[in-house]
T-cell receptor, first 111, second 114 residues
Framework: SQTIHQWPATLVQPVGSPLSLECTVEGTSNPNLYWYRQAAGRGLQLLFYSVGIGQISSEVPQNLSASRPQDRQFILSSKKLLLSDSGFYLC??????????FGPGTRLTVT | GDSVTQMEGPVTLSEEAFLTINCTYTATGYPSLFWYVQYPGEGLQLLLKATKADDKGSNKGFEATYRKETTSFHLEKGSVQVSDSAVYFCALRTNSGGYQKVTFGTGTKLQVIP
């Protein structure tokens, strides 16, 4: 069966520090991968998606970036965090136009 | 562009009450429609889906019918339990150039009190 992992589960970082969140998927090949952010009191915002290794599309311009170094690995990064980057970050995967499956999320607090 | 509108919460109900969470959408083409549920501190889980007009999705006592004429996908449950307390997201999916685009509503928080 397929599983999706995210880590860390929670993270507290000061403003201006770097960020690296990792997402990995097991049990499937060549998935579409997605990063979403859920800010407090708001819905889900799609940040990035990837249809293959090295292929990243950005939905919202910001100080975040994403990379896909391996087929089932998706990384969300920032060189310098802003207060507004606080939120709940969710990774998701899908295959062949089926529904998306979400990871457990990472709660990021920028102080 | 695509959009999903959900009723604002929080919705507070007593146990065994009837639940309706309204959802309407705007989309080009023929989207698939979903309800996701997010329990406190967790990620989203797919609750139910419908892929074409008049389809009814159902799971765990929840139901929603894809109404193309009213562009709606309202979530209903006949008798809610305390364990149903969560945030519910309505979403639509369209396919464009091999990429699935999923648009979520802002979520509706449900609180069920004993």
């Amino acid at each position: 069966s397929q599983t999706i992992h995210q880590w860390p589960a929670t993270l507290v970082q000061p403003v201006g520090s770097p960020l690296s969140l990792e997402c990995t998927v097991e049990g499937t090949s060549n998935p579409n991968l997605y990063w979403y952010r859920q800010a407090a009191g708001r819905g889900l915002q799609l940040l990035f998606y990837s249809v293959g290794i090295g292929q990243i599309s950005s939905e919202v311009p910001q100080n975040l970036s994403a990379s896909r170094p391996q087929d089932r690995q998706f990384i969300l990064s920032s060189k310098k965090l802003l207060l507004s980057d606080s939120g709940f970050y969710l990774c998701a995967w899908s295959v062949n136009f089926n529904e998306q499956y979400f990871g457990p999320g990472t709660r990021l607090t920028v102080t | 562009g695509d959009s999903v509108t959900q009723m604002e919460g929080p919705v507070t109900l007593s146990e065994e009450a009837f639940l309706t969470i309204n959802c309407t959408y705007t989309a080009t083409g023929y989207p698939s429609l979903f309800w996701y549920v997010q329990y406190p501190g967790e990620g989203l889980q797919l609750l139910l889906k419908a892929t074409k007009a008049d389809d009814k999705g159902s799971n765990k006592g929840f139901e929603a019918t894809y109404r193309k004429e009213t562009t709606s996908f309202h979530l209903e449950k006949g008798s809610v339990q305390v364990s149903d307390s969560a945030v519910y997201f309505c979403a639509l999916r369209t396919n464009s150039g091999g990429y699935q685009k999923v648009t979520f509503g802002t979520g509706t928080k449900l609180q069920v009190i004993p």
